[in-house]
């Protein structure tokens, strides 16, 4: 059974370039509940971490030096199946791929700066909200 939760980051460019009210609209008008959020700047450790899974890949480096360079947003969405209907709020990764009317057709530069990130899974949503929030941080209601 699908979780009823997902994680999303606004990323540095996003957060940077003032888009991070019209995306913070985008998930309030696809029926998110925010049931956590803050805004953190990640240090290289956070990042290494939270990005463990792709080390060794030809885009680790520029990854954890683009998460790493400014404030993110990190929030705990709600919302019956909220993996994949985020994931379809969300769009492509590639932007020009992305559906019209998509976070990231709509705010995204290119592949890495993507605007925003979603959990892929219900078992990496879980990892996910765990790295970033504690229990007396989510607003369950």
């Given at each position: 059974?699908?979780?009823n939760f997902t994680v999303s980051i606004v990323?540095?460019?996003?957060?940077?370039?003032g888009k991070t009210g019209p995306i913070l609209a985008m998930?309030?008008?696809?029926?998110f509940e925010i049931i956590a959020m803050k805004m953190v700047k990640l240090s290289v450790q956070h990042a290494e971490a939270f990005y463990a899974v792709h080390k060794g890949k030809p885009?680790?480096?520029g990854l954890i030096e683009f998460m790493t360079s400014g404030p993110v947003?990190?929030?705990i969405l709600k919302h019956e199946d909220a993996v994949e209907t985020f994931r379809?709020?969300?769009?492509?990764?590639d932007p020009s791929k992305a559906e019209p009317g998509t976070i990231r057709r709509t705010f995204a530069v290119s592949v890495q700066m993507n605007a925003v990130h979603g959990s892929d899974s219900d078992e990496n949503a879980r990892r996910e909200a765990d790295f970033f929030f504690?229990?007396?941080e989510r607003f369950l209601s």
């Open positions: 059974m699908p979780e990323k540095p460019n996003a957060v940077r370039t998930i309030n008008e696809g029926g885009f680790y480096e947003i990190v929030m379809r709020l969300i769009g492509a990764t504690s229990g007396i």
